[in-house]
C-alpha cells in the first residue's frame, strides 16, 4: 500500500475529477509567458539601476538593507511550495475523508494557505492613506557646501537614489484618486550618511500652526464619525465648522479650494516641505531654508467637473497616469529648488518663518536650484513597497536639521509612533523599502518580526567585551544645532503668529481670472454641502478679510447675505513685503515638455477616413503623446477605405474626460455614426466645457453641434474644425494641446 501510495500521490479517480486538469490548462497560445529579463534580472523598466539594488549587503551592513534584490522572490519556472518550502502537489483541493468527505484537520496545506490569508491586511495610514510610489534617484547639480554639509549635496554629478510616494490626505486606501485634496509628495533619500526623508505636500502652507490641533483637524475632515460619511472629501459640516472656528486655515483654504487640490498628474505638480528647516555646514552655521519640487512637465490641473467625472470613470488616475509613464520611459521629473535665508532676514519678515501657514514669497527669497530628480522605476509589489514604506519627518542626515516649528515638533514624534501599530513593531526600519543604505549598528535589540542576526555577547555601550563597538561617532556623527534658548516654558504663540489673512489675501490676488473663478465655485460646491447656515457664514465673513470680492462671490452663490467680516486677532495688521507674486499662479509654470504623455483620442467609427486616422496618430506618437483610437466598440472599425482599424478604447469604457485633446477625423459615415451616439456627443461636450483642445473635420458638423459647439465657438482657441487634414492644422492642435487647456473660452457658470 505504502509504494502504491508513493507512486500515486492524489485520489485514483484524479484524471476524471470534473476535467478540472484540462480546464486549467489554457489551450496552446492562448497563456502568458512571463516576461523576460534582461541581462540584469530586470522584469519592468528598469534600465536606469539605482544603488538600492542589485549589490548583496555588505558585511556589517543590516542584513535587510542595501539591496532590493536580496528579496526579490520571482516565480519563473518554479513549483508552488508552502511557507516552509514544502512542495504542493494539489492547490485546487483540500485533503478530504473521502472524495465527499469531511475536511481534516491535519490539512497543513490548506491551514497554512487561510491562515495567512487571514491576515494579509495592514492598518492604512491614519492620513495619507491612499499613494501611489516609484523609484528614482536624485542627481545634485553643484556642491551646496557653503549651505550644508550634506553628502547628497556634496558634489556636483552626485546621484542618490529616491522612493517617492505620492497620496491623497482624506480618503481611505480605496478610495478615488481626483478627491479635491491636498496631495502628499513624500520623498526618502537613501544617502550614503543615512536617510532623509522630506515629507512634504503639493501645497506649501498647512491648515494649522500648532501640532496641537492635527487630530482635530483630521477628526473633522475624515467621514463624520456617526455614520462614515463623506468618504474622500471635506464637502460636509465638520469640516468646514472646524475650520471657520480655525481662522489661521484661511490661508490654506485658498490653496485647497484651487485647481491645485485636483492635479492633472502627479507628473505635473510641486512639492514643498512646507516648514522652514535648517541647513547646517561643515563650520556649524545655520541657513534657514524652504524646498520646492518643480516638475518639468510644467504645473496643470484638472477641472472640477472634470475631477468629479473621472473618479466615476477611472478612481486610479493618477496612480495609472504615474505608472504608465514610468512603464513607457517618459519618466517625471523635478527640480529641488532651495529659498536659503538667514535668521537675522526672517527676523524682519513681516510674518513668522516657523508660522506654517506662511510661505516665504518667492520675490522675497529667490528660489536657487539645487539638483533634480527622476523617477524611472515602478514598484515590483505594491504592498512590500509603496504600503509598508515608512516616511518619517524626524529622519535627517548631517547638514539637515529642524527649527522651531511647532507643528514640525509634533511630526517629529508622530511618524515613528504611528508606524508601531501600522506595521506591528519597532523594526519596520528593516524592510527592505525602509532600511538604509548606510550601514546600520547600534545597541537596540530584539522585538517583533527582527530580520538582523546581531553576533557578539554585548549589546550596551560602552563595553569592553566588544570592543567598544559599536562606539560613537563624535563630530563624525549628527550633531544638533546647538541653538541658543532663553526663555520660560508657556502654552501659546508668537504675536505674528495671529495674523491670518495677508497671505490668503497674497494668493488670490495672485491667481488668473479662470483661477479665481475656480476657487470661488470650489467654496461655493463646499460649502452648498454644509448643511448648518451658521458654519457657512463664518466661513464667508472669514473670506471677508482675505477677499471681499470672493467672499461676495461666494455669498451670491450660496443665495445668502453677506455677513459682517470676522473679527480679526491683531488690532495693527502688519503691511505685507509682497502683494501679488505671479509664481502663485498655475500658469507660472508651463514646463517644456510639449505634449509629451498628454492623452489624445482619435474617434473612429465605420466609414471614417483611414488615412486622416494614421497619420494624426504617427505624428502625435513621434512628439511623445499617447493616442488612443476610440470606437463605438473595441476591435474592428472598417475604414472608408484600406484595412480595418482596431479600436483600443471605446466610448463607454473612455469616457471624454479621460483625454486631453481629441481628433474626429474626416469621413461622412463615421461622422453620421458617431453624431447619432449619445456617448460620443457627451464626449465632445465634455472636451468643450473643460476647456480641452479640439480638432474635428468639417465632416464632423453635426456631432458638434449636437455637443453645444455652435458656429462661433468655432472661433474660439483650442477649437479647430478643418476641410481637410494636413501638416498645418496637425500643427495647430499640437500647440494648442501643448497649453494644456484653454479657460479663455470657458462659459463663467462652468
Ligand atoms: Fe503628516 N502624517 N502629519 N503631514 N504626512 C502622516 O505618518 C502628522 C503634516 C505627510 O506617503 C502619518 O506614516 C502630524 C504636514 C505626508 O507614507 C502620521 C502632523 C505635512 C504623509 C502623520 C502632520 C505632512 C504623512 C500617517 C502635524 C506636509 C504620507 C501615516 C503635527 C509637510 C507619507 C504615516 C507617506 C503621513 C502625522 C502634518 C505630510 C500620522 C502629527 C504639515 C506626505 O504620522
Redesign the pocket.
Known amino acids: 500500500v505504502g509504494k502504491m501510495a508513493a507512486a500515486m500521490p492524489h485520489n485514483p479517480n484524479k484524471q476524471a475529477e470534473h476535467g478540472r486538469d484540462k480546464a486549467l490548462t489554457p489551450p496552446e497560445g492562448a497563456s502568458v509567458q512571463p516576461p523576460s529579463r534582461d541581462a540584469t534580472g530586470s522584469t519592468l523598466a528598469e534600465k536606469n539601476h539605482t544603488e538600492k539594488y542589485g549589490k548583496p549587503a555588505a558585511p556589517g551592513v543590516n542584513a535587510a538593507g542595501g539591496s532590493l534584490e536580496r528579496v526579490r522572490a520571482d516565480p519563473e519556472g518554479q513549483p508552488l511550495t508552502t511557507n516552509q518550502g514544502v512542495r504542493v502537489s494539489d492547490n485546487q483541493n483540500s485533503l478530504k475523508a473521502g472524495l465527499r468527505g469531511a475536511a481534516l484537520l491535519k490539512d497543513f496545506v490548506l491551514r497554512e494557505k487561510i491562515t495567512h490569508f487571514d491576515h494579509e491586511r495592514i492598518p492604512e495610514?491614519?492620513?495619507?492613506?491612499r499613494?501611489s510610489?516609484a523609484h528614482g534617484y536624485f542627481e545634485c547639480y553643484e556642491p551646496l557646501s557653503s549651505l550644508t554639509q550634506a553628502s547628497l549635496f556634496a558634489e556636483a554629478g552626485k546621484i542618490t537614489p529616491v522612493f517617492v510616494?505620492?497620496?491623497t490626505?482624506a480618503g481611505e486606501r480605496g478610495s478615488k484618486d481626483t478627491a479635491r485634496d491636498v496631495r502628499?509628495?513624500?520623498v526618502k533619500f537613501y544617502t550614503d550618511e543615512g536617510n532623509w526623508d522630506l515629507?512634504?505636500?503639493n501645497m506649501p502652507v498647512?491648515f494649522?500652526q500648532?501640532?496641537m490641533k492635527?487630530?482635530d483637524l483630521v477628526h473633522a475632515v475624515k467621514p463624520e464619525p456617526h455614520h462614515a460619511m463623506p468618504q474622500a472629501a471635506s464637502a460636509h459640516d465638520t469640516y468646514w465648522d472646524f475650520v471657520s472656528l480655525m481662522p489661521e486655515s484661511t490661508h490654506m483654504l485658498m490653496w485647497q479650494m484651487s485647481d491645485r487640490a485636483i492635479p492633472r498628474s502627479f507628473r505635473m505638480m510641486q512639492g514643498?516641505?512646507?516648514?522652514t528647516f535648517r541647513f547646517v555646514n561643515a563650520q556649524g552655521e545655520s541657513t534657514f531654508v524652504k524646498f520646492h519640487w518643480n516638475p518639468k512637465l510644467g504645473t496643470h490641473s484638472l477641472v472640477w467637473d472634470e475631477a468629479v467625472k473621472i473618479s466615476g470613470a477611472d478612481p486610479d488616475y493618477n496612480r495609472r497616469d504615474l505608472w504608465e509613464a514610468i512603464e513607457s520611459g517618459a519618466y517625471p521629473e523635478w527640480e529641488l529648488c532651495v529659498q536659503a535665508f538667514t535668521e537675522e532676514q526672517a527676523e524682519a519678515f513681516s510674518f513668522d518663518v516657523l508660522d506654517?501657514t506662511k510661505i516665504v514669497p518667492e520675490e522675497l527669497v529667490p528660489l536657487q536650484p539645487v539638483g533634480r530628480m527622476v523617477l524611472n522605476r515602478n514598484p515590483d509589489n505594491f504592498f512590500a513597497e509603496t504600503e509598508q514604506?515608512?516616511?518619517?519627518?524626524a529622519h535627517v542626515v548631517p547638514g539637515i536639521d529642524f527649527t522651531n516649528d511647532p507643528?514640525?515638533?509634533?511630526?517629529i514624534?508622530?511618524?515613528v509612533?504611528?508606524?508601531i501599530t501600522?506595521l506591528g513593531g519597532p523594526n519596520f526600519h528593516e524592510l527592505p523599502i525602509n532600511a538604509p543604505l548606510a550601514p546600520v549598528q547600534n545597541n537596540q535589540r530584539d522585538g517583533m518580526h527582527r530580520q538582523a542576526i546581531h553576533r557578539g555577547r554585548s549589546s550596551y555601550e560602552p563595553n569592553s567585551l566588544g570592543g567598544g563597538c559599536p562606539h560613537q561617532a563624535g563630530t563624525q556623527g549628527f550633531v544638533s544645532f546647538p541653538e541658543p534658548i532663553h526663555a520660560d516654558e508657556v502654552r501659546g504663540k508668537p504675536e505674528k503668529f495671529a495674523e491670518h489673512y495677508n497671505q490668503a489675501a497674497l494668493f488670490y490676488n495672485s491667481q488668473t481670472e479662470a483661477e479665481q473663478r475656480h476657487i470661488a465655485a470650489a467654496f461655493r460646491f463646499e460649502l452648498s454641502k454644509v448643511t448648518v447656515p451658521a458654519v457657512r457664514r463664518r466661513v464667508v465673513s472669514m473670506l471677508r478679510n482675505a477677499s471681499e470680492e470672493l467672499a461676495a462671490e461666494v455669498a451670491q452663490g450660496l443665495g445668502m447675505e453677506l455677513p459682517e467680516a470676522m473679527p480679526r486677532a491683531l488690532a495693527k495688521t502688519p503691511k505685507p513685503e509682497v502683494e501679488v507674486s505671479p509664481a502663485l499662479s498655475l500658469t507660472a509654470r508651463q514646463g517644456d515638455a510639449g505634449i509629451q504623455s498628454r492623452q489624445v483620442a482619435v474617434l473612429v467609427a465605420d466609414g471614417v477616413d483611414g488615412a486622416a486616422v494614421w497619420d494624426a496618430t504617427h505624428a502625435l506618437q513621434e512628439q511623445g503623446a499617447v493616442v488612443r483610437l476610440v470606437g463605438p466598440h473595441i476591435g474592428a472599425v472598417t475604414p472608408r477605405e484600406g484595412p480595418a482599424i482596431d479600436a483600443d478604447a471605446s466610448l463607454e469604457n473612455h469616457p471624454g474626460v479621460l483625454f486631453d485633446g481629441v481628433i474626429v477625423p474626416g469621413g461622412p459615415d463615421a461622422a453620421k455614426r458617431l453624431a447619432a451616439d449619445p456617448k460620443a456627443r457627451e464626449f465632445l461636450t465634455d472636451q468643450f466645457l473643460h476647456s480641452k483642445t479640439i480638432w474635428a473635420s468639417r465632416d464632423a458638423e453635426a456631432l458638434l453641434r449636437q455637443a453645444g459647439i455652435t458656429a462661433q465657438d468655432e472661433e474660439l482657441p483650442g477649437i479647430f474644425v478643418t476641410a481637410k487634414g494636413g501638416s498645418k492644422a496637425l500643427q495647430n492642435f499640437v500647440s494648442a494641446l501643448g497649453h494644456h487647456r484653454h479657460f479663455e473660452r470657458e462659459r463663467p457658470a462652468a
Open positions: 495610514r491614519v492620513v495619507h492613506a499613494g510610489g510616494r505620492f497620496s490626505v502628499g509628495f513624500a515629507v512634504g505636500n498647512f494649522i500648532d501640532a492635527f487630530p514643498f516641505g512646507v516648514h506654517a514604506v515608512a516616511f518619517c519627518a507643528l514640525l515638533a509634533g511630526r514624534h508622530s511618524y509612533d504611528t508606524q501600522r
